[in-house]
């Protein structure tokens, strides 16, 4: 993506800081694994927000006095030994071009830096992304550099800025629009792949892997998440993610998955029969799962609350449920279905933002009703992604077969 992007990102955000503030957002890096390896690195997806950058150590530091941001990228210095083990740093010229910021600094020079602002400016406030996704995870970079500030400047009032970008990234600009579109194209692709080679008797890996050769094949070396391939009664654990079964003739296979591109996500379901036909029953539940998903999309846009999605989807359920015979009262609904319809997609799958909101244009989010019947060894979601437009919401994944007629008229080729 070009810097503009992200020179505006940033814009948006120094306009909500206060007056003698500093700003710190850190890249991170990758975390131990065991003996000399390291988990693969992934860039905080605010960092990258703000900078287009996917390179560790690296440090965003803005500091806003009289009306004015100044903004400081510092990177790694490059050493050339290391470099022949495992690569060059990226350059100061490099991390100019990308991120559109004009002062870049070596890493080594940031203490003595930050420290000089506050020693020579009236800085009352330090802004750090504390996002914290459970009270007994490990502390991120921010974390541990807040608890070092509070012991050595204690004057200054850290503040949490996290929600600030999380609000700005809810709401997707044309590029972001577009490689989301992308990374869509790329699963379907994948998913015609795996639904072509799909035999009974496989295991469930074996049908993931032509997902897989599918996505790097296209330049996708990353996914939105670990796929789930789930066949029979493994379609009714929401997070099943083994993915070891052999497949018989007669199961479903629920595929839930998506690719990476850029680092903006797909996210997509959909339930086929291995061999080809579906059942009787298989096709009455489908079609009340496809019936709740069409309903979504019929009511999402701007203006309605992102809760009424879900509360959508769960009253066609409720009646789908009803007329299969499996509940006779609604509050019974939670049996065979147990999560939320929607969620929003971004950078992360699980994109940040506030879902106790009104929808607004330009919000990306999933549309993932289902049914999970164990006792019948039946489980049913189908997955979209919508774009909320200005008087509606766009389908991204319209393209993808999904009804019944289509899913059998495939494999049947």
């Known amino acids: ?11 948006n955000l120094w306009e909500s800081l206060e007056e003698n503030s500093i700003t710190l957002i850190f890249a991170g890096e990758a975390p131990y694994k065991s003996a000399d390896e390291t988990y693969a690195f992934t860039p905080n997806r605010n960092f990258y927000y703000l900078t287009g950058i996917d390179k560790d150590k690296m440090i965003l530091m803005v500091v806003k006095r009289s009306g004015k941001a100044e903004e400081i990228l510092f990177v790694e210095k490059n050493d050339p030994v290391l470099a022949r083990w495992v690569g060059e740093k990226m350059s100061i010229y490099e991390a100019k071009k990308i991120s559109g910021i004009k002062n870049v600094e070596f890493i080594e020079k940031f203490e003595d830096s930050f420290h000089g602002i506050l020693e020579k400016t009236k800085i009352e406030n330090l802004y750090l992304d504390l996002e914290r996704q ?41 590029e972001e629009i577009q ?25 469930e890996y074996q049908l993931e892997a032509y997902f897989d050769f599918s996505l790097k094949s296209n330049g996708v070396t990353d996914y939105a998440f670990p796929t789930i391939a789930a066949c029979g009664k493994n379609a009714t654990i929401l997070h099943y993610v083994k993915n070891n079964s052999e497949i018989q003739n007669g199961e479903l296979v629920l595929f839930d998955l998506g690719a990476q591109y850029k680092y903006y ?7 086929f029969p291995v061999n080809g036909k579906y059942t009787e029953r298989q096709k009455q539940v489908y079609n009340v799962v496809l019936k709740a998903q069409e309903a979504v999309i019929a009511v999402a846009k701007p203006g309605i609350l992102f809760s009424v999605l879900n509360e959508t989807a769960k009253e066609v359920l409720i009646n789908g449920c009803i007329e299969l015979g499996l509940i006779k009262k609604p509050n019974e609904i939670s049996k065979y279905y147990f999560h939320g319809v929607s969620h929003y997609l971004g950078l992360d799958t699980h994109d940040v933002g506030n879902r106790d909101i009104k929808l607004r244009a330009g919000m990306v989010c999933t549309n993932e009703p289902g049914l999970y019947i164990e006792e019948e060894n039946i489980g ?4 979209d992604d919508l774009l909320i437009t200005k008087d509606g919401c766009e389908n991204l994944s319209e393209q993808i077969i999904k009804t019944v007629d289509e899913i059998e008229a495939f494999m049947a080729k």
């Open 1 to 11: 993506m070009k810097n503009i992007l992200f020179n505006t990102n940033r814009d």
């Open 134 to 174: 459970g009270f007994d995870i490990s502390m991120s970079t921010s974390q541990r550099f807040a608890k070092i500030v509070n012991e050595r400047y204690p004057y200054l009032r850290v503040q949490n800025i996290y929600h600030e970008i999380a609000s700005l990234r809810l709401i997707k600009s044309e």
């Open 179 to 203: 490689l989301i579109r992308q990374a869509i194209d790329i699963t379907d692709m994948g998913i015609k792949q795996l639904m072509k080679n799909a035999k009974v008797g496989m295991k």
């Open 265 to 271: 996500n797909a996210d997509i379901s959909r339930t």
């Open 380 to 383: 049913i979601r189908i997955e």
